[in-house]
């Protein structure tokens, strides 16, 4: 089901899966950005997100004062959440958001409960959030119908999934 209660952001939520996939959608202003977190933080409490995704390409630079906000009252209110698993999606060329993004998932490592992973691309992050679900193709149809669709990195080839045998 697609969510546009927070114009800032684009909004897809799977109550089967107990997913919710975001991405940012105000361009540079970034005026809005602690509201929208904030309005996005209650919205997967009230809809019980089990798994989230993340994409934070289409997000301008993270300010210091935002990366402390982050740290000091958005994370730790999110680890209130029911989340099992997070997949943040952060191109290569997103290097400082990397970083910063990175910076504070180390200070709040030793009371995160739940799995946190980084993909390139939005396809194969969800793809490994759901365990290949086969409701990811609905899903992918229903974004793409809604916010168009989600662009092949370059080559056209997407990140491959490691498969190891368990013992």
């Not at 992050?125 to 759901?130: A, E, N």
């Not at 997407?158 to 498969?163: D, I, L, T, V």
């Given at each position: 089901m697609i969510i546009n209660e927070i114009g800032e952001l684009l909004m897809q939520h799977s109550e089967p899966l107990g997913l919710l996939?975001?991405?940012w959608a105000a361009g540079r202003d970034?005026?809005?950005f602690r509201g929208a977190l904030t309005r996005a933080q209650g919205l997967a409490k009230k809809l019980g997100v089990r798994r989230c995704l993340l994409e934070l390409d289409a997000l301008p630079d993270i300010s210091a004062y935002d990366q402390a906000w982050l740290a000091t009252q958005w994370i730790p209110n999110s680890l209130q959440l029911?989340?099992?698993q997070v997949v943040i999606v952060l191109s290569p060329r997103r290097i400082y958001n990397q970083q910063a993004v990175?910076?504070?998932l180390l200070v709040a490592r030793p009371f995160i409960k739940f799995d946190v992973q980084f993909f390139s691309q939005p396809v194969a992050?969800?793809?490994?959030?759901?365990d290949y679900s086969p409701l990811v193709p609905e899903l992918l149809t229903e974004w793409d119908a809604a916010f168009g669709p989600t662009p092949l990195p370059p080559g056209g080839v997407?990140?491959?999934?490691?498969?190891y045998d368990r013992y």
């Open positions: 996939r975001t991405s970034m005026s809005q029911s989340l099992q990175e910076g504070l992050g969800l793809r490994w959030l759901t997407q990140e491959p999934r490691a498969y």
